[in-house]
């Protein structure tokens, strides 16, 4: 079963700062990862998608890379600001295909950034 | 931009009520899920549509049950609400991808509900 890891739990730096948030998982065959960013009792927001065949995608500060073969993805926020405080989950979407549709999705828990003014 | 709306932000209801959360998206999406968020346990989810009035059990299907008449909309029934069902509920769709696997995932603002 596909389990997905985000260390550490909670991050707290000070503005300007850059910094990565790390996201793994224990089963390689995955077809897409995602990014999400949560604020306190609000929905999850889409941050950045990556398909099994790219290494990384980029928006604006926001830079996400992935290796399959170590089960690793990060995601890279350049030059933080206190409007980056938020909830960050993972999520991967497994090539298992079960016959009726896969919805062989799994987060993470999610990693709490408190950026400093 | 996709849109996923769920018709309540917050609800309170007593033990025993049936309660109702909709689930409505714009973009044509064929996945559609219902999600239940609780402190420490991270996401988990309760069931999934693939298809109009197709549905699967999640990973905690107990004590809900869900329709989709329609391609747009995905309700979530609880019969007979109880306390430990209080919690954030997170609606979200997706496109199919290749090979009927899950494309980019789109949430609405969640449900927060409380069942005293």
């Known amino acids: 079963k596909q389990e997905v890891t985000q260390i550490p739990a909670a991050l707290s730096v000070p503005e300007g700062e850059n910094l990565v948030l790390n996201c793994s998982f224990t089963?390689?065959?995955?077809?897409?990862l995602q990014w999400f960013r949560q604020d306190p009792g609000k929905g999850l927001t889409s941050l950045l998608l990556?398909?099994?065949?790219?290494r990384e995608q980029t928006s604006g500060r926001l830079n996400a890379s992935l290796d399959k073969s170590s089960g690793r993805s990060t995601l890279y926020i350049a030059a933080s600001q206190p409007g980056d405080s938020a909830t960050y989950l993972c999520?991967?979407?497994?090539?298992?295909?079960?016959?009726?549709?896969?919805?062989?999705?799994?987060f993470g828990k999610g990693t709490k950034l408190s950026v400093i003014p | 931009d996709v849109k996923v709306t769920q018709s309540s932000r917050y609800l309170v209801k007593r033990t025993g009520e049936k309660v109702f959360l909709e689930c409505v998206q714009d973009?044509?999406?064929?996945?559609m899920f219902w999600y239940r968020q609780d402190p420490g346990l991270g996401l988990r989810l309760i069931y999934f549509?693939?298809?109009?009035?197709?549905?699967e059990k999640g990973d905690i299907p107990e004590g809900y049950s869900v329709s989709r008449e329609k391609k747009e909309r995905f309700s979530l029934i609880l019969e007979s609400a109880s306390t430990n069902q209080t919690s954030m509920y997170l609606c979200?769709?997706?496109?199919?991808?290749?090979?009927?696997?899950?494309?980019?995932?789109?949430f609405g603002e969640g449900s927060r509900l409380t069942v005293l």
């Open positions: 089963d390689s065959a995955i077809y897409n």
């Open positions: 549509s693939y298809d109009v009035k197709m549905k």
């Open positions: 999520a991967v979407s497994l090539t298992l295909y079960s016959g009726a549709g896969s919805y062989q999705l799994t």
């Open positions: 990556i398909q099994s065949s790219q």
């Open positions: 979200a769709s997706s496109p199919l991808g290749r090979e009927g696997l899950t494309g980019e995932l789109f």
């Open positions: 973009m044509d999406h064929e996945n």
